[in-house]
Structures are given as structure tokens and as C-alpha cells.
């Protein structure tokens, strides 16, 4: 009941918030309520004593506009869009399918990464659940952007370091137009990369690169673990 309480109090001065973005010139009117109903950090931006709240004017850093339509998207829903509808089936037919995929797969990663920088885990875990749902692999694009916006031990870090050690065992991928040898190399020089992809090798059961267990090996199909969720405690 204390948690109707709090939701009810603040839409009793509810107010819209301007949000501002670093790459786009379009602001959004958003309630004030449901920001801070969402996340903490807004309640600390818009009800503290920064400027922001005494302005009604927030600027979201790091936050383009695909990124914002999306969180918007989820904070009116509370649920992101049907990916199979965005994209269609998740194996790629033909190249314009791919090229969906791989560009709303870019869209997901950076909405993690603003989802943990603004504290909201369950629209995290939403996003990671769609890109695992949308396809086995994660683009070398999108595991640079990972590991350049992450830190050391982030669990989006670990579904990459699995979704590239998962193509690798299966070699479903390599050399091909998902996934060509040229990237595998590309992302040897991404710093962290490569460590991580060991480490994570030296928890499985049969640390190897090549492994061929069909349970509690660390290279089974990623859709298959649920370890990089975040907690939403």
C-alpha cells in the first residue's frame, strides 16, 4: 500500500518535463511522474537541487533519439517493441533482413548501456532478452560499442564474450556474411576483448575453445543461460 501511496503522490503535482538530446535539435514534453516513476535518477535530477529541477529542462548526455524513442516507447508500454515485427523472423533471408537486424541490434545495445547509466535493470534485462531472442550473434560493431561503454564485468560484456564464443564453437558464422574472419581479427584489438573471452573459456567445464558439451559448458547457446540478466532488486 506504502507503494500506491508513493505512485498517487506523484501525479498529485505532476508536471511535463522537457527532455533535451546531445544529437538531435527536437525536444519531448515527458510527465514528470512517470520519469520518476520509472527511475531514481530522474527523482534525483528532477526533484533535488540541481537546476534541472527547478527548470523543468533535462539534457539526457549519451542519449541519441533511437535511443530515446525506444525508452519512451517503454516507459508508456512498460514493454519494448515485438522485434519479430521491427525486423520479421529472426534468421536473416536476405541481406536487407540482415541489415535490420544488425542496425536494431546496435538500437538495443545502446539502450542498455542508457538504461544503466539512468538505473532501470528491467528495461536492461528487456533489451538483452531481444537481442538474444532476435538472433544467436552479436555484431563486432556492436561488441566495440559494448566494451568501449561497459565496464569490466558488465553482463551485456558477458552475453558478447558468449555470443562470439558460441559462433566460434558452432562455426555457424565465420566467414560468412554474418560473421567474416576479418571481424573475428578486428575485435582481437578491442581492449578487454580478447581477456574476457578467456576468462570466461577458463569457468567452462571443458576450457577449451572448442568444446563439445551439450550442458553446463559457458559456450552453449546464450538464449539458453539467464546469468546475463542484471538484478532488478
Known sequence: MDEVKRVSELFQSNMLVTIALEDSDKTFQVSKALLCHASRYFVGALQGG???????????????????????????????????????HAVAESDEQLAAIVAYQAKL??????????????????????????????????????FTATRE???????????FLYIREAN????TRYFSKQDS?????VPGFMGECF?????????SFFCSCATHCSLIDPAQRGDYLVNES
Open 50 to 88: 540541481f537546476k534541472e529541477a527547478s527548470t523543468a529542462t533535462l539534457t539526457l548526455p549519451g542519449c541519441d533519439i533511437d535511443t530515446f524513442e525506444l525508452f519512451l516507447h517503454y516507459l508508456v508500454n512498460r514493454d519494448l517493441p515485438d522485434s519479430e515485427l521491427v525486423v520479421g
Open 109 to 146: 545495445v545502446r539502450l542498455w548501456i542508457f538504461a544503466d547509466a539512468i538505473m532501470m535493470p528491467r528495461l536492461q534485462n528487456c533489451a538483452a532478452h531481444d537481442i538474444v531472442k532476435m538472433c544467436r550473434f552479436i555484431h563486432p560493431d556492436s561488441i566495440e560499442t559494448i
Open 153 to 163: 564485468g558488465s553482463r551485456l560484456r558477458l552475453l558478447a564474450v558468449r555470443s
Open 172 to 175: 555457424t558464422c565465420f566467414g
Open 185 to 189: 581479427n578486428r575485435l582481437m584489438g
Open 199 to 207: 576468462e570466461e573459456v577458463g569457468r567452462s567445464v571443458c576450457r
